[in-house]
């Protein structure tokens, strides 16, 4: 079992930057790939970035590609999402979670462990 705690969302202006973290316990952090995924109200939830377990790999949807950046930390068991030149359509709740598959993936039901989510409101 994998507990994920996300924390850093807020209010901020469009234009403006956030970063989000998620602290990872139980298992052995490093053994997982970890992904950032999002929901607006209405919405389905959508992939954003996921990582490999060294870091080694990144991937993005093509909506935050050279805005967004993915990152981790296995020594503090931490994945980190650097949001910058953030939208009003980036507003949603941004949850991570833990892959013990292979390959990043991008797809929802691909992911085993999730977080409870973190709020991000962008202002126009």
């Known amino acids: 079992q994998v507990q994920l705690i996300e924390s850093g969302g807020g209010l901020v202006q469009a234009g403006g930057s956030l970063r989000l973290s998620c602290a990872a316990s139980?298992?052995?952090?490093?053994?997982?790939?970890m992904g950032w995924f999002r929901q607006a109200p209405g919405k389905e939830r959508e992939f954003v970035a996921a990582?490999?377990?060294?870091?080694?790999?990144?991937a993005y949807a093509d909506s935050v590609k050279g805005r967004f950046t993915i990152s981790r930390v296995n020594a503090k068991n931490t994945v980190y999402l650097q949001m910058n030149s953030l939208k009003s359509e980036d507003a949603a709740v941004y949850y991570c979670?833990?892959?013990?598959?292979?390959?990043?993936?991008?797809?929802?039901?691909?992911?085993?462990?999730w977080g409870q989510g973190t709020q991000v409101t962008v202002s126009s």
């Open positions: 979670a833990a892959d013990r598959g292979a390959l990043l993936d991008k797809r929802i039901f691909g992911y085993d462990y």
């Open positions: 139980g298992r052995t952090f490093s053994n997982y790939n």
């Open positions: 990582i490999s377990r060294s870091g080694g790999s990144t």
